[in-house]
C-alpha cells in the first residue's frame, strides 16, 4: 500500500521532540490548590509589571472591532518597529511571535535536506522546527568555560548542506551575549556556506551592553552581510506574551522573501495596535528594565 497521509504525519511522533513551555498561571494555582493571585510565575521569564497600560488601552480600544480583518502587512506596526530600530519599514516582518517566524524563515531561506545550525544549550525549538520541515538539526557546543560561541566548533559544523544558522543573543539558559564582532565573523562564515544568520534577540532589550544587536549590521543600503537577519519579541521587555507578537528585520530583499513565506494574516490588529502602543511607552519599558535588574 502506498504511503498515507498519517504514516506522513505520524513521523513527527516518532523525529520531533517537543518543547516544553513553562506552566500556566492557571495550572500552577491548581496544582498548588491556591489562589492565582498567590502564585509567583518565573517559568516562563514573563515582565514582573505586565504590559504597558498604553497597550492595554489599545487592547480595550480594538476589543469591538475583533470581527474584522487585521492588516496583513501590519503597515502601522512595521513602520513603529522602523522607527525603533532606526531601519526602513520595508525591512520588518511581523508575525505570530518570532517563534512562529522561525517557521517562516525555514520555508523561506532553506531547501529540503539542508541543514540548520544552532547552539547548544540553547532554545530547543530551532531543532524541533528543522526536523519539522524535514530539515537536519545540527547543534554546536557553546565553550565550557564561558558558554560563548566557539567559531573554530561553528567552522566545522558547517557543510555545503548548512542553509540557516540561528544564534541566541542574549543565549537562553546561560545569558550570555555572543559579542557583536564575533557574530560579524559568524556571519563571513554564513556567507561563503550561503546560509543566512539570524540573531535571536528575544532578550535583547535586557542586554546592558554596548552595541548588543545584530540591527546595527542592518543599516544603510548596502550592509556588508546581507545574510543577516533578526528576530525579537513583544513577549518579555514588552509584557505581550498572550498577544502572539514577534518580528523579524533583515534587508530588503529578505525581509520580502520571508514576507512571502509568512501567515498571510501572520497577526491580529489587537495585537499590533497593542504593540505600537507599546513600542511608544518608553516609560513603561524603563521601569520594566530597572525591576528585572533589579
Known amino acids: 500500500m502506498a504511503e498515507t497521509y498519517l504514516d506522513r504525519g505520524q513521523r513527527l511522533l516518532t523525529e520531533v521532540t517537543p518543547y516544553v513551555p513553562g506552566t500556566t498561571l492557571e495550572e500552577a494555582a491548581r496544582r498548588a490548590g491556591v489562589p492565582a493571585s498567590r502564585i509567583a510565575k518565573l517559568s516562563s521569564n514573563e515582565n514582573p509589571l505586565g504590559p504597558s497600560p498604553r497597550a492595554v488601552r489599545a487592547i480595550r480600544r480594538l476589543a469591538t472591532r475583533a470581527h474584522y480583518y487585521p492588516s496583513p502587512d501590519a503597515a502601522t506596526l512595521r513602520a513603529a518597529i ?89 543565549n537562553n539558559p546561560t545569558s550570555t551575549l555572543i559579542p557583536l564582532g564575533v557574530f560579524e565573523a559568524a556571519a563571513e562564515l554564513a556567507l561563503r556556506a550561503g546560509a543566512l544568520l539570524v540573531s535571536d534577540e528575544a532578550y535583547i532589550e535586557f542586554a546592558d551592553v554596548p552595541r548588543p544587536s545584530a540591527v546595527e549590521l542592518l543599516r544603510g543600503r548596502e550592509p556588508r552581510w546581507p545574510n543577516v537577519m533578526l528576530t525579537r519579541t513583544f513577549s518579555k521587555a514588552f509584557g505581550l506574551a498572550n498577544l502572539r507578537l514577534g518580528y523579524a528585520v533583515g534587508t530588503v530583499e529578505t525581509a520580502r522573501c520571508l514576507g512571502l513565506a509568512n501567515a498571510k494574516w501572520a497577526t491580529g490588529q489587537i495585537a499590533q495596535a497593542a504593540g505600537v502602543a507599546a513600542l511608544a511607552d518608553r516609560a513603561h519599558l524603563a521601569r520594566t528594565l530597572a525591576t528585572v535588574r533589579r
Open 82 to 170: 522602523g522607527a525603533y530600530l532606526d531601519v526602513a519599514p520595508e525591512q520588518v516582518v511581523v508575525g505570530g511571535g518570532s517563534s512562529t517566524l522561525m517557521h517562516a524563515l525555514v520555508d523561506a531561506f532553506t531547501a529540503p535536506g539542508g541543514e540548520v545550525v544552532s547552539l547548544e544549550p540553547s532554545f530547543t525549538v530551532y531543532s524541533e522546527i528543522a526536523v519539522i520541515h524535514g530539515r537536519r538539526p545540527v547543534t554546536v557546543p557553546l565553550r565550557e568555560d564561558d558558554f560563548l560561541l566557539d567559531l573554530d566548533r561553528l567552522r566545522a559544523a558547517l557543510t555545503p548542506r548548512t542553509q540557516l544558522i540561528f544564534l541566541t543573543r542574549p
